[in-house]
């Protein structure tokens, strides 16, 4: 069954206030996605309550202890407490989830404003469930399904009409904290303020990418990434590549997850995969690719054998205990035409070793269409079949062209949609390429070709818009004015200061936003240039503040190790006590300004990207920001001022009257293990966030809310005096910290190296080899700091452990 157009469904604005209020959810189910959306819901500070079956083999004995009906939803709740990648954003926030059972608890659900079932994919099931749910629900209650497979309309037949209004499908991507996509499903009977509602909710409050899908098989992202992931599997068969050089190919140089195609099958699951294909053949009859979902044989025989990925041990890789020469697992790969393992074989092709030196992902799907080799060859025709597929599921799936590329770029982790890739080689190219294959475009995109327009979005005026198949025009991307995309301002030419690591962008309001873009977003010197030119910029033209942010992967993984590693490996002492004496100014300088200044920071946030926003008025971060002074891992002291500051936040930790010792040895323990918080919740924990700071879901929200904060903190700003009143404790702290570094050792936590480095972080903090407590300056800190820092630059194991890291990407314990 097919719904209407969606848009008479949702009329959500950026201004429409949300008229309900969610407190309190029940999650119906505690399997694997059971139990992670519980987590997804505690990690924004929901009460949640999660229920599950009674165990059916209990003895009657048994069915009296409630700790044995609750047998299965424990065991779920604890196993979040383990899992890897977390679920939760800290482990304390698992106690914001209760548990229960179907039996005993469903009358708790009573006081819930949002039910969501997670149960087994069976209809009759989930419709005994939700016959259940209407029995205690509150009118009113949200009530949703996660079903990747089922109709949603077919689970509200023979509920009420407040239950059907208020039900629809949301559908959301394992694993629930960290894949983006929320698709929101409804049916005939959803309310258009509940349709509004979720879309909005699970934007701001879960962080999600909500995109509006019809009551199709699979839906959105599942109906087009399974196409895509099919399609390559049978054209792995017919080109006779192996599965090590198809990984190879649709990882990284495609814009899509590193681990490639069939590493990614063996992560999700082949019987997973193979049911949301079963579905789609079932009920996509009249699909006209609907042939590209038949597997070849190689997957039949994974079936067969239960080798269905990681889950059973093997798939179409294969861990053994064997190990090679450098100490590493050997992984064996499945050889497709003799269905046997042998050891992986290496991967050369031209077009591969071309894009190697491409960085843009549209550069690398231009270069892959100029070669003819096999690598070549997959993405030309896995892509030619991919803009036939999707150009005919308008309207099917979806009634406009932008929903199915956020649903790709969220559910299935690709940089770029659909139809953004056919962009990158225009849109008659795209054509040509499906026509080679024999497959046909949907005619309006021969419309559009006909009409003189070769892309499916424009930019204008810092504005992206898409094309509109019904007005047969572009429109602006709804919803896009509420995010800050520095991408969509370049076009605009609005650059306000520029040099080559580093530029600023005029965001509005009087706000600057200082974007680095060296590689990694790492600081050398000219980013700490452009750092301390925009300052003063903004201070002599009367701008109202700046953020310093970008929408980058990674806000920074620190300072540039190489530029420090050729002063060091020279020892050319000068120069690098010039640099890193710059490097401390320039993060004083965004602390001690007479404007405002903002971090905004998502992934990596580093080393010296961790001292910089310490150093901030404020930081604004998304959760998924890992934050961490790391320098000991490659033999050094944070010496761009977070030693100093740790030093500073200890010294006003210390409260009168109490042991000040616990608190310096705390601060000392993050620094000397190089402790990095996997969320910005838990930076809070480790000291790197402080009360100025603030957290947001949304990643792509985060240099807007950052520019709010500039203009809150701008009209009564007064600039910060420099601070001359540090508490430190000298030789007293020095000797219990030194013991500290002592018991480090002793538990075989850190070398010899790793002691000497965490001696000279004790000296910092406790402010050298004073004779008792005393007061002293920032200055005074940063000066011993950077002395620290400098000496260690001429030790031999510090060269060794900036040398590994610099050519394998990973630190050296020695």
């Known amino acids: 069954m097919e719904t209407p157009t969606l848009e008479a469904q949702s009329k959500t604005t950026s201004n429409q206030k949300m008229s309900r209020k969610i407190k309190k959810v029940a999650v119906l189910g505690s399997g694997v996605m059971g139990a992670g959306i519980a987590a997804h819901y505690a990690n924004i500070g929901l009460d949640v309550l999660m229920l599950d079956i009674v165990p059916f083999n209990l003895s009657d004995e048994e069915k009296k202890d409630p700790r044995k009906r609750n047998s ?6 604890k196993a979040l407490l383990k899992s890897k990648p977390a679920a939760l954003y800290s482990k304390g926030f698992a106690d914001r989830i209760k548990v229960g059972n179907f039996d005993d ?15 087994i994919e069976r209809l009759d099931i989930k419709k005994q469930v939700f016959e259940n749910v209407e029995k205690y629900r509150k009118a009113g209650a949200l009530v949703t399904s996660n079903t990747s497979s089922i109709p949603i309309h077919l689970m509200a037949e023979g509920r009420s009409d407040d239950f059907k209004k208020n039900f629809c499908g949301t559908h959301f991507f394992n694993p629930p904290r960290y894949l983006k996509l929320f698709e929101v499903i409804p049916t005939p009977d959803t309310s258009s303020e509940v349709v509004d509602f979720l879309m909005d909710y699970a934007d701001r409050y879960l962080g999600k990418t909500t995109v509006l899908c019809k009551d199709t098989p699979a839906f959105i992202a599942n109906r087009v990434g399974v196409y895509a992931m099919a399609k390559i599997y049978q054209l792995t068969s017919e080109l006779d590549m192996t599965i090590e050089e198809v990984d190879k190919v649709t990882g990284t140089p495609m814009g899509r997850p590193r681990t490639g195609v069939f590493r990614l099958g063996d992560l999700v699951g082949h019987d997973t995969s193979a049911k949301v294909v079963g579905t789609i053949m079932d009920r996509c009859k009249d699909d006209e690719q609907v042939g590209a979902f038949e597997f070849p044989k190689y997957t039949k025989f994974l079936e067969e054998n239960k080798f269905f990925g990681d889950k059973s041990g093997q798939g179409f890789y294969k861990k053994t205990n064997e190990k090679d020469e450098k100490g590493r697992k050997i992984i064996l790969a499945l050889d497709l035409n003799k269905l046997e393992y042998r050891p992986k074989q290496k991967v050369s092709f031209p077009s591969l070793d071309a894009v190697k030196q491409i960085d843009s992902l549209s550069g690398r799907i231009r270069t892959f269409f100029k070669h003819d080799d096999k ?23 979806s009634d406009n062209l932008y929903s199915i590329d956020d649903a790709l770029r969220a559910g299935f982790a690709w940089d770029q949609g659909p139809f953004q890739y056919w962009d990158m080689i225009g849109a008659k190219a795209g054509i040509e390429a499906a026509e080679k294959e024999g497959l046909t475009v949907a005619q309006w995109v021969h419309d559009m070709v006909a009409a003189g327009n070769d892309t499916f979005y424009k930019l204008e005026n810092g504005v992206n818009h898409y094309y509109d198949k019904a007005s047969k025009s572009y429109l602006p991307v709804p919803g896009a004015e509420q995010f800050i995309v520095l991408d969509n301002l370049r076009s605009t030419k609005k650059l306000v200061y520029e040099n080559a690591e580093a530029v600023a962008h005029d965001i509005g309001d009087g706000v600057l936003c200082l974007e680095f873009r060296s590689k990694m977003n790492s600081i050398g010197e000219g980013v700490l240039t452009g750092i301390n030119e925009v300052i003063q910029l903004a201070e002599d033209e009367g701008w109202r503040g700046v953020v310093i942010g970008n929408n980058a992967e990674h806000f920074s993984v620190g300072a540039n190790l190489m530029a420090i590693a050729m002063m060091a490996y020279q020892q050319e002492f000068e120069e690098l006590d010039f640099a890193v004496n710059a490097f401390q100014q320039t993060t004083m300088r965004c602390r001690y300004s007479s404007i ?7 992934g990596y946030v580093f080393g010296g990207g961790c ?11 998304a959760t998924e920001s890992y934050i961490g002074l790391v320098e000991v891992g490659v033999g050094l002291i944070p010496g761009g001022g977070g030693t100093k500051e740790f030093a500073l936040r200890a010294s006003d930790g210390f409260v009168e009257g109490d042991v000040q010792i616990p608190t310096l040895i705390e601060k000392f323990k993050t620094l000397a293990m190089a402790s990095v918080a996997t969320s910005a919740h838990e930076a809070f924990k480790l000291g790197y966030l402080g009360n100025k700071d603030s957290v947001v879901v949304n990643t792509a929200r985060n240099i807007g809310e950052a520019k709010k904060k500039v203009l809150e903190l701008s009209p009564n700003y007064v600039q910060p005096l420099a601070r001359t009143n540090i508490d430190v404790l000298g030789r007293t702290g020095l ?4 013991t500290a570094s002592h018991s480090l050792k002793l538990g075989k936590f850190a070398s010899e190296h790793d002691i000497k480095i ?25 000066d011993i700091e950077r002395e620290a820092f400098l000496s260690l630059c001429g030790e031999k194991k510090t060269l060794e452990r900036i040398q590994h890291m610099l050519q ?7």
């Not at 060859?377 to 099917?396: D, K, M």
């Open 596 to 602: 405002p200044v903002v971090a905004a920071t998502q």
């Open 72 to 77: 299965i939803v424990d065991a779920a709740k």
């Open 375 to 397: 690598a070549a060859t997959l993405v030309q025709r896995s892509l030619a079949g991919l803009f036939a597929y999707v150009s005919n599921r308008i309207p099917e799936i």
């Open 735 to 738: 000797a219990a910290l030194y």
């Open 808 to 814: 394998t990407n990973k630190p050296l314990r020695n």
């Open 105 to 119: 608890n469903m009358k708790d659900i009573a006081d819930c404003d949002w039910i969501i079932e997670v149960v």
């Open 758 to 782: 965490a001696n000279k972080i004790a000296f910092v903090l406790c402010g050298g080899d004073l004779t008792g407590p005393q007061k002293v300056s920032e200055q005074y800190l940063l």
């Open 611 to 621: 001292e910089t926003i310490m150093h901030c008025d404020a930081a604004v971060c």
